[in-house]
């Protein structure tokens, strides 16, 4: 059944859709051609994880974290000898009086992503910002770990 939002206050028009010729592959032509919406609906049931680069520039080691629609204090740092873990929740917005969902792609729920640092990073030294939805994690190299240039004799 199709239903038609018409532009009258008497509410929608429904509309019958014409019979479908059944084929041997008709289940075959429903499954690929709804193929992008039943992977939508597999992500539902799926818990919030969020991307995460991880790059070394100027002698740091940074992890850049995206956690969208999720504030400051929702989230959780934590440095367990070398692995430091990021944890927090993204919620779902309680308010639903007047909204109607038509989809949801959006993932939701608790999330927490652990990091093993190499010997070279300096863990008294680790800082955090946050800002714009990205959590940016620095963790400078000890300056032993950092390479340097050897002079060749003649």
Same mark, same amino acid.
């Given at each position: 059944m199709v239903i038609k939002i018409s532009g009258s206050s008497q509410g929608p028009e429904v509309q019958r859709e014409q019979p479908v010729t059944l084929t041997p592959f008709r289940m075959f032509e429903d499954y690929f051609n709804n193929w992008v919406m039943n992977i939508g609906q597999t992500r539902r049931s799926? +818990?919030?994880k969020p991307a995460v680069d991880v790059l070394e %520039? =100027? +002698?740091n080691i940074i992890i850049l974290c995206e956690l969208p629609g999720i504030e400051e %204090? =929702?989230?959780d740092l934590k440095l367990d000898g070398r692995t430091i873990t990021i944890q927090g929740e993204r /919620?779902?917005?309680?308010e639903t009086q007047g909204i109607v969902y038509h989809r949801i792609e959006s993932s939701f729920g608790t999330f927490s992503r652990s990091f093993d640092l190499p010997? +070279?990073?300096d863990i008294e030294r680790i800082s955090a910002a946050f800002s714009n939805g990205i959590l940016t994690i620095t963790a400078?190299? /000890?300056p032993e770990a950092q390479p340097r240039t050897i002079k060749v004799n003649a």
């Amino acid at each position: 059944m199709v239903i038609k939002i018409s532009g009258s206050s008497q509410g929608p028009e429904v509309q019958r859709e014409q019979p479908v010729t059944l084929t041997p592959f008709r289940m075959f032509e429903d499954y690929f051609n709804n193929w992008v919406m039943n992977i939508g609906q597999t992500r539902r049931s799926e +818990s919030f994880k969020p991307a995460v680069d991880v790059l070394e %520039k =100027d +002698s740091n080691i940074i992890i850049l974290c995206e956690l969208p629609g999720i504030e400051e %204090k =929702d989230i959780d740092l934590k440095l367990d000898g070398r692995t430091i873990t990021i944890q927090g929740e993204r /919620k779902h917005e309680e308010e639903t009086q007047g909204i109607v969902y038509h989809r949801i792609e959006s993932s939701f729920g608790t999330f927490s992503r652990s990091f093993d640092l190499p010997d +070279s990073a300096d863990i008294e030294r680790i800082s955090a910002a946050f800002s714009n939805g990205i959590l940016t994690i620095t963790a400078p190299q /000890k300056p032993e770990a950092q390479p340097r240039t050897i002079k060749v004799n003649a």
